[in-house]
């Protein structure tokens, strides 16, 4: 997406539907923040459908999801529990985490209580556990937290800055890419209630990966990063993969390793009912193999083994990035 694209950020104070999703990307808004959770253990109520709603609708999706507590325990609980309700659920752009001054659900024991070294120890690391999952990771806060609560010159250059100021000219000197410039945005079509409206400030890459996966009683499904399915119990049987560079092979039940293929060509089978196991690619990219009665595996590098040999078990997605 190009700098000045506009989106909009959700949660389950709205109800969006996928008419209105659609509505608002006619509207112009490219991207839609949907949050994930909050605390310890609250999943936002909205968050799948949003999420299924969005994904229809075509929009570029982030997620967000709260950070409340300054008890470190906690605050690890807080970033197990966003990274469980997403469930390895591909996210085009990066998972937020948003550091909020909230004593009504921490109970006396928010975040603005810790010194702004902890604060930001407690931010690099939610992203790093965000980074460890596979997705890459941003800073939510207002700009009076960004310029008192935390050092922001520590957080990597990588991960995405999501300011809040909804005030004129942006009121803040440090690195920022996203801003949140209302909070009582309209959008034709969707409700009647208003909506936080944000506005892009540098160009986001979009991915260069295109790819497609061939599934049990579906056929050829296209996809991104992530290929497959979660949670239906169909076997991969073929994939190509459609990125410059980049070599595959995959290894398919009763016949083992077959020849590598490149530029978009077909890895496995089709019309054999045949399993495939595992994966290898070669090229800028880091890969993992969601499998058969294990879920999502760890992510591997070029050239090694995502998935199961020797184990009879299917492999149902893989998600790629690159490096």
Known sequence: MKKGARGFDISHHQDVTEAEMRAAKKAGYEFVVIRCSHGTDSIDTRFKRHYD???????????????????AGKSAQEVANALRTLDGRHIDGCVFLDMENRGEYAKGQHLSMLSKAEATDRALYAISEIEKAGYRAGVYADVNWMATEMYMDRIPDD?????????GALDYKGRCEMRQYTSVGTISGIGTGSVDLNELLVDYPESAISASAHIQNLGWQDGEQTIGTVGQSLRLEAVKIDLQGVEYRAHVQDIGWLDWVASGEVAGTTGESRRMEAIQIVGPVQYRAHVQDIGWMDWVNSGETAGTTGQSKRLEAIEIKML
Request: no cysteine; aromatic share 32%; charged share 10%.
């Open 159 to 167: 991960v995405i800055i999501w300011a809040a100021d909804w005030h």
């Open 53 to 71: 709603a969005a994904k229809a609708a075509g929009l570029f999706i982030f997620v967000y999801f709260f950070m409340y507590y300054a008890d």
